[in-house]
């Protein structure tokens, strides 16, 4: 059973459109975090969220995690073809050693 | 800074021959070290976790296992692969200090069974 569940699975934008990805749960995470992922490479962090209701910003990319941090989202503003990639988002719950539990990744590809 | 190496980048190996693929992490002491799976465009797999030197718990039962003989060094093994054994097989490091601290990953292996 996956905890973490992202939409949608795959997104294809022509480039300077905005773009949001939603990682979706039942359970309470202590934090989640977002990873890129470019093929045949380990997932790079992008953000780490840790407070319910939390908003951070990377450059064009606006992380957002709700209030019961169950649930998490990505906005990219003007989508780059540098932004293409595997998007992939991954909880702590507690009392869990620091296990992360992922979601499935969201495939996106931005096109000139 | 840390880093985290892992060898080989990639593998093809027989059903039924051994494996073992190491990890290693420089510039930190005493990490939690992960070993996952990742089916082509998905997402992770948890396999093994260490909380400490010859502390290993296996999340899913498999073909595989896992040691850590050095505070640094963690291992994936197995005696006999199976052809479901292919995938791409990351490690990550995690300090241990709290709910916020954040895994960091190795470049993968990608390990192909014929």
């Known amino acids: 059973t996956q905890l973490l569940k992202q939409s949608p699975q795959f997104l294809s934008i022509q480039e300077g459109e905005n773009l949001t990805v939603y990682c979706n749960s039942s359970?309470?995470?202590?934090?989640l975090q977002w990873y890129r992922q470019e093929p045949g490479e380990g997932p790079v962090l992008l953000v780490t969220?840790?407070?319910?209701?939390e908003v951070k910003k990377l450059k064009r990319l606006t992380f957002q995690f709700g209030d019961a941090r169950k649930d998490s989202s990505l906005h990219i503003t003007a989508a780059q073809p540098g932004d293409t990639g595997l998007y992939l988002c991954?909880?702590?719950?507690?009392?869990?050693?620091?296990?992360?539990?992922f979601g499935a990744g969201t495939q996106v590809v931005v096109t000139p | 800074s840390q880093t985290i190496h892992q060898w080989p980048a990639t593998l093809v190996q027989p059903v039924g021959s051994p494996l073992s693929l190491e990890c290693t992490v420089e510039?930190?002491?005493?990490?939690?070290l992960y070993w996952y799976r990742q089916a082509a465009g998905r997402g992770l797999q948890l396999l093994f976790y260490?909380?400490?030197?010859?502390?290993i718990s296996s999340e899913v039962p498999q073909n595989l296992s896992a040691s850590r003989p050095q505070d640094r060094q963690f291992i994936l093994s197995s005696k006999k692969l199976l052809l479901s054994d292919s995938g791409f097989y990351l490690c990550?490091?995690?300090?241990?200090?709290?709910?916020?601290?954040?895994?960091?990953f190795g470049p993968g292996t990608r390990l192909t069974v014929l």
């Open positions: 969220v840790v407070t319910g209701g």
């Open positions: 510039g930190t002491s005493n990490p939690n």
């Open positions: 991954a909880g702590v719950t507690p009392d869990s050693w620091g296990k992360l539990q």
């Open positions: 990550a490091w995690r300090a241990r200090r709290g709910p916020g601290d954040t895994q960091y």
């Open positions: 359970s309470v995470f202590s934090s």
């Open positions: 260490s909380v400490g030197i010859g502390q």
